[in-house]
């Protein structure tokens, strides 16, 4: 197992208000795992990726939990060795590589900051690397000398991803790298990725809000809702049987391409305000299903090996 | 569906220019762009960014003024400067939906004010009636619960209700709608497209919908336009663009499209990259990507070729005429 979150809570306090934006997640992944987070805005995806990394800044708190990384726990880590892990062992790739890559330095400098720091290799060495990566993502080598706004938006995103991967890295975390590009850009970038971790093996995590992208290329979903994680499984037979009632609404919500869309419809009502406690399931004021039990709070847990789903009454 | 347009663009070319120093190069975002569009359908307008397509609805929202060509609404030409009177007249009949609920709403303003003021200015009476009305129409109930609220006390499927309030409130006879789901949740956006459809169904709306999602455009149109780099590559129906897409870059952005139920994917492989508008491709604008590209598709730009009542910008079908 190369990953195991237990029982992670983490939010944000200000102006004496707390608000949970992860609730009590646990869940694991294998190595060579593609496993991908959907949810709506606000339901704390982003949170809780950046509490696995230990990247959120304050007024961000982790407040409860346990992250094996490795068998080692990474938010009882020290700052140096921690520091030495990230790249090297795990690294992010963000939304806006338009904004990540530094606009007055060459490419292929700003990948040469992330080999020389965290490693003992020449100059001359990592440019071949720089080359290798490059190549791996589709960038020809000429390109190494431009700077960032000569490039177009795949391209750039496709730098970040180069850079991700330098150390080849057992876990690679990913939060929407896709979001700001066009579709056909999104799809060959997704291919190339698909390529790569066919010959590197690595993890993947991957966070998006695009759900009918996620379903088609994940190999495990999970869905969060209001700060907890609902369902998670095999994406497809998620797709196929959502034992939540969320999650099957959340199918429903995005019309298909191909089938002929009879059960297209949203999800009534909107999501819980998080700033006040929730009692019971989170899901119960939009579930069509609710009963009385629905007012104690469900546990996550596992129905069929390796399912995993958090309602009293699944479908 | 009656026999004339009640919209139609004739040759519509729109460049802006940019200026580099002391030299002034144009981006040439729509070229030569024709399209007819019939009452109470929705059609959709699908591409990538910077094809166009939300040029093409600014011409016609008179937000912008085309170069060359005219725009043709009911039986009229669409003046490129409007008279007081006849933009009264116009803005009352066309109508727009943004696509960013949290920024096409004025923050300091009620609901009821952002209603009432197309009625102010267009003179009409029994406002408040108006208002409760379409505040119905687009389900905010009961709309005494919403008539006082301000925009940020209102989640994004309620203010795009809002938006879409205003833009029926005049009883237009076209919507122009830029993206309107776009920055929804996933589980709203249904109701919203529901929400458009119902108002076709009820008031007999024409829609001109700009969108990037083949599978939403697919679900709420009856016909789709592709665009790319500014010209319109392929007219069909909604149902065509998926099922048996002709131009091949309509076919590159099927399969691009994201879609669960896909058994064996197709790779796409490399596809190259959009061109540069100040300096497009001599003749058709698909042809440096296109793996089925002839020796002329460089020279020439291709004309319409009709395939079964359809019209395909490409060189493929020509034989077909």
Same mark, same amino acid.
């Given at each position: 197992m190369l990953l195991e979150v237990r029982n992670l809570s983490a939010g944000y306090k200000s102006q004496g208000k707390?608000?949970?934006?992860?609730?009590?997640?646990?869940?694991?992944?294998?190595?060579?795992?593609?496993?991908?987070?959907?949810? %709506?805005?606000?339901?704390g995806k982003s949170t809780l990726l950046f509490s696995i990394l230990r990247l959120l800044k304050r007024p961000g708190e982790i407040f409860d939990g346990e992250v094996f990384f490795k068998g080692e726990d990474i938010l009882k880590m020290d700052e140096e060795t921690l520091r030495k892990k990230r790249w090297k062992e795990f690294s992010l790739v963000t939304q806006s590589a338009?904004?990540?890559?530094?606009?007055?330095?060459?490419?292929?400098?700003?990948?040469?900051?992330?080999?020389?720091?965290?490693?003992?290799?020449? $100059?001359? %060495?990592?440019? %071949?690397?720089?080359?290798?990566?490059?190549?791996?993502?589709?960038?020809? $080598? %000429?390109?190494?000398?431009?700077?960032?706004?000569?490039?177009s938006g795949g391209m750039k995103q496709r730098v970040a991803i180069a850079m991700a991967l330098v150390f080849s890295p057992s876990l690679v975390v990913m939060d929407e790298p896709t979001t700001a590009l066009d579709v056909v850009v999104q799809r060959s970038i997704m291919e190339q990725i698909d390529e790569i971790r066919n010959t590197n093996k690595f993890s993947m995590i991957f966070v998006t809000h695009d759900i009918s992208l996620l379903f088609e290329i994940s190999k495990r979903i999970a869905i969060m809702y209001a700060g907890e994680l609902v369902e998670l499984g095999q994406t497809k037979q998620v797709y196929l049987n959502p034992l939540h009632p969320y999650t099957s609404g959340l199918i429903n919500s995005f019309p298909k391409l191909t089938k002929e869309t009879k059960e297209y419809k949203g999800i009534p009502g909107k999501i819980p305000d998080l700033s006040k406690p929730i009692i019971g399931c989170s899901f119960k004021e939009r579930c069509q299903n609710r009963k009385e039990l629905c007012n104690t709070r469900p546990e996550f847990k596992e129905v069929i090996p390796g399912r995993w789903v958090a309602c009293h009454f699944p479908l | 569906m009656s026999f004339s347009p009640i919209i139609s663009f004739e040759n519509i070319t729109k460049k802006f220019p940019v200026r580099k120093g002391f030299k002034v190069q144009y981006v040439h975002a729509v070229r030569d762009v024709s399209l007819d569009v019939f009452p109470g359908e929705i059609i959709s307008i699908v591409g990538e960014s910077g094809c166009g397509k939300t040029t093409l609805l600014r011409l016609l929202s008179r937000i912008y003024v085309e170069d060359e060509g005219k725009i043709v609404y009911g039986s009229e030409i669409v003046p490129k400067k409007f008279k007081r009177k006849e933009e009264l007249e116009f803005r009352r009949k066309v109508q727009m939906i943004f696509q960013d609920p949290f920024s096409s709403l004025n923050p300091v303003k009620k609901v009821h004010q952002i209603l009432g003021r197309p009625l102010e200015l267009q003179k009409l009476n029994n406002i408040d009636e108006r208002i409760y009305e379409a505040l119905e129409e687009v389900e905010l109930t009961p709309p005494k619960n919403f008539i006082n609220k301000y925009p940020h006390e209102l989640s994004g499927g309620e203010r795009q209700r809002v938006v879409i309030a205003r833009a029926i409130i005049t009883? @237009?006879? &076209? +919507? *122009?709608?830029?993206? @309107?789901?776009? #920055?929804?949740? &996933?589980? +709203?956006?249904? /109701?919203? #497209?529901? *929400? #458009?459809?119902? +108002?076709?169904?009820?008031?007999?709306?024409?829609?001109?919908?700009? =969108?990037?999602?083949?599978?939403? !455009?697919?679900?709420?149109?009856?016909?789709? !336009?592709?665009?790319?780099? /500014?010209?319109?590559?392929?007219?069909?129906? !909604?149902?065509?663009?998926?099922?048996? @897409?002709?131009? @091949?870059? =309509?076919? *590159?952005?099927?399969k691009a499209a994201p879609d669960p139920d896909r058994l064996v994917s197709e790779k796409l492989g490399y596809t190259g990259e959009v061109p540069n508008l100040i300096t497009p491709p001599k003749g058709c604008p698909f042809e440096p990507r296109c793996k089925y590209a002839m020796k002329k598709c460089k020279n020439f730009v291709p004309p319409y070729f009709r395939v079964n009542k359809r019209k395909v910008k490409c060189f493929l079908y020509e034989k077909n005429n």
């Open positions: 707390e608000i949970e934006a992860v609730k009590n997640v646990s869940f694991s992944l294998d190595e060579n795992d593609f496993l991908g987070i959907a949810g %709506e805005s606000g339901c338009m904004n990540a890559l530094n606009p007055v330095y060459k490419i292929k400098d700003q990948i040469m900051d992330v080999i020389l720091e965290h490693s003992d290799y020449t $100059k001359i %060495e990592a440019l %071949e690397i720089i080359e290798r990566v490059l190549q791996m993502v589709g960038i020809q $080598k %000429e390109r190494m000398d431009s700077y960032p706004h000569q490039l | 009883k @237009p006879s &076209v +919507i *122009l709608a830029d993206e @309107p789901t776009s #920055m929804l949740d &996933v589980s +709203i956006r249904a /109701g919203i #497209m529901k *929400l #458009m459809l119902k +108002i076709r169904d009820d008031f007999n709306t024409t829609y001109l919908h700009v =969108t990037h999602d083949l599978a939403a !455009a697919r679900y709420i149109s009856d016909r789709v !336009a592709v665009m790319y780099a /500014g010209m319109l590559l392929e007219e069909c129906t !909604a149902d065509d663009i998926v099922l048996e @897409p002709l131009h @091949p870059y =309509t076919q *590159l952005l099927r």
